[in-house]
T-cell receptor, first 113, second 113 residues
Framework: DAKTTQPPSMDCAEGRAANLPCNHS???????VYWYRQIHSQGPQYIIH???NNETNEMASLIITEDRKSSTLILPHATLRDTAVYYC??????????????FGKGTKLSVIP | DAGVIQSPRHEVTEMGQEVTLRCKPI?????LFWYRQTMMRGLELLIY????????DSGMPEDRFSAKMPNASFSTLKIQPSEPRDSAVYFC???????????FGDGTRLSIL
């Protein structure tokens, strides 16, 4: 069972910031939040992950609430190439579950010209 | 840098035939994962290797499926005999260790007639 809840779909205007929410209310202290995306006909692509602090890389920013029960992936300037299904995944940082990536249904982001 | 390389990209064969899917992980990665994606079930982990040793094959659907990793740079997933319900996209992924981000190949689209 996926431990996360995401909206099934979202639209975003090209050039605007895309903010993708994720609820993970049962997250434990041993679990990271990971984000992947899957562009049509391609394999899933790793975007970013975090434990409790906000994270930023060349692709996106990850904002995790203080209680860690939800997070938001931010694509600062969405382009048409960002149209994809975005998966929020909770995974253990160590132990037997640290290898498991359990993909839910994700959010289908459509970037509109 | 070369990513995870899978072959073939597409395979169409008749039921009952043996199917072999191949994967070359990213050099230096010591964890390798096989996933299957269908519309009905989404992305599912089939089996996971660490340092060429199978660690968890609980996701392998039945005895018709087998996977090997003879060395650090090559893995195979074999289906014998194949059935129409095996039709799916099969992804291979690798990571530097089991708790690290996984990097996926572009998959093999398998159709069993």
């Amino acid at each position: 069972d996926a431990k996360t809840t995401q909206p099934p779909s979202m639209d975003c205007a090209e050039g605007r910031a895309a903010n993708l929410p994720c609820n993970h209310s049962t997250i434990s202290g041993n679990e990271y939040v990971y984000w992947y995306r899957q562009i049509h006909s391609q394999g899933p692509q790793y975007i970013i992950h975090g434990l409790k602090n906000n994270e930023t890389n060349e692709m996106a920013s990850l904002i995790i609430t203080e209680d860690r029960k939800s997070s938001t992936l931010i694509l600062p300037h969405a382009t048409l190439r960002d149209t994809a299904v975005y998966y929020c995944i909770v995974r253990e940082r160590s132990g037997a579950g640290s290898y498991q990536l359990t993909f839910g249904k994700g959010t289908k982001l459509s970037v509109i010209p | 840098d070369a990513g995870v390389i899978q072959s073939p990209r597409h395979e169409v064969t008749e039921m009952g035939q043996e199917v072999t899917l191949r994967c070359k992980p990213i050099s230096g990665h010591n964890s390798l994962f096989w996933y299957r994606q269908t519309m009905m079930r989404g992305l599912e982990l089939l089996i996971y290797f660490n340092n060429n040793v199978p660690i968890d094959d609980s996701g392998m659907p039945e005895d018709r499926f087998s996977a090997k990793m003879p060395n650090a740079s090559f893995s195979t997933l074999k289906i014998q005999p194949s059935e129409p319900r095996d039709s799916a996209v099969y992804f291979c992924a690798s990571s530097t260790d089991r708790g690290q981000p996984q990097h996926f190949g572009d998959g093999t689209r398998l159709s069993i007639l």
